[in-house]
């Protein structure tokens, strides 16, 4: 692949469309992780429904579950910067607002991401 | 953009409606809704993490008649784009590109994410024993 490109390109590590062919690859990869650890999560949640604080905590505490919500939430997070980007750089056209909206959403994603993944980890070493 | 007159590509409203162009729209617009159910998420596990108070009050929000039709939305959208997703990624490999094929895998995303949202709240009520 990278003998197609120009030196420029791989400096510019952009791809034709500003975005290139690593996002268009992540999107997938990520995709192919979140159909595995969504359909987990989601059957877990479906047998955990009713349970109490204690027993929710005990699930979150087992250090495979806890690998796990971690790896999801970093997935989840990071297809969705991924795809959000893609629907700003298709509405946005002015360079200034993509600029500051695309950092605007790095951040976001950023912060939230970190939030859930240090509370599981607190549950997890428990704090 | 453009600051020379180009040609454009042929603009939305020349496009005949169709099960594509739905599902296409549905699988954006679900994409963005799935942030709902991102949000619920740290939610949850930030208030699992601040213990059992902060965790009653968004076991309080979630069991509420709100709450519920939220969680029973976001289930849905995550499922959908799902089987849509499913559906683009078979799509990625050439496959389920020609008219009937395609019409088959849209409707058959559909209907999977119908049967999983469905299951997984009926799952979910035997679970906790309200059925
Ligand atoms: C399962 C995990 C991953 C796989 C399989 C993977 C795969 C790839 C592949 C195949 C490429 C080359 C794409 C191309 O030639 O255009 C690439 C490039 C790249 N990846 Fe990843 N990746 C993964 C995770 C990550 C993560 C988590 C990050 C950063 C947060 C990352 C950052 C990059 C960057 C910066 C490039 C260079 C892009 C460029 O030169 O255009 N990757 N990756
Ligand atoms: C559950 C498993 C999931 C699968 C299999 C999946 C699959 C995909 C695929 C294949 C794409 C690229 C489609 C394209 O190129 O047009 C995509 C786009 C996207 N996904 Fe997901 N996804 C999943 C979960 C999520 C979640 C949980 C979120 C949000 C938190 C999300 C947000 C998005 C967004 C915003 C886009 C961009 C939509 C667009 O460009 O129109 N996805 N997804």
Redesign the interface.
């Given at each position: 692949m990278t003998k197609f490109r120009t030196p420029i390109s791989k400096v510019r590590g952009l791809g034709s469309a500003r975005s290139g062919a690593h996002h268009w690859w992540h999107q997938r990869i990520t995709a192919v992780v979140n159909l595995f650890l969504v359909l987990w999560f989601a059957a877990s949640v479906m047998t955990l429904a009713g349970a109490d604080y204690a027993t929710i905590i005990w699930w979150v505490r087992d250090p495979i579950v806890s690998v796990l919500l971690v790896l999801l939430i970093g997935s989840l997070f990071y297809h969705f910067r991924l795809g959000v980007q893609i629907v700003i750089e298709d509405y946005v056209h002015d360079e200034g607002t993509k600029k500051i909206s695309l950092l605007a959403l790095t951040f976001a994603t950023l912060a939230l991401a970190l939030a859930g993944i240090l509370s599981v980890l607190k549950i997890s070493f428990g704090g | 953009?453009a600051s020379t007159e180009r040609p454009l590509s042929p603009h939305l409203q020349i496009w005949r409606w169709g099960l594509h162009m739905g599902l296409s729209i549905a699988h954006?617009t679900t994409?963005?809704g799935?942030?709902v159910g991102?949000?619920l998420?740290?939610w949850g596990?930030?208030a699992?993490?601040s213990g059992?108070e902060a965790?009653?009050g968004f076991h309080d929000f979630l069991t509420s008649l709100l709450g519920r039709l939220v969680l029973f939305g976001v289930?849905f959208s995550?499922?959908l784009h799902?089987c849509t997703?499913?559906r683009?990624?078979i799509m990625?490999t050439g496959r389920g590109l020609e008219i009937a094929s395609n019409r088959r895998i849209g409707i058959l995303a559909i209907l999977a994410a119908i049967a999983?949202t469905l299951g997984?709240w009926a799952?979910?009520?035997g679970?906790?024993?309200?059925l």
């Open positions: - | 953009m954006r994409g963005i799935n942030a991102a949000l998420l740290v596990f930030y699992l993490a059992p965790f009653a289930t995550v499922m799902l997703g499913v683009h990624l990625d999983l997984l799952g979910a009520y679970f906790a024993g309200a």
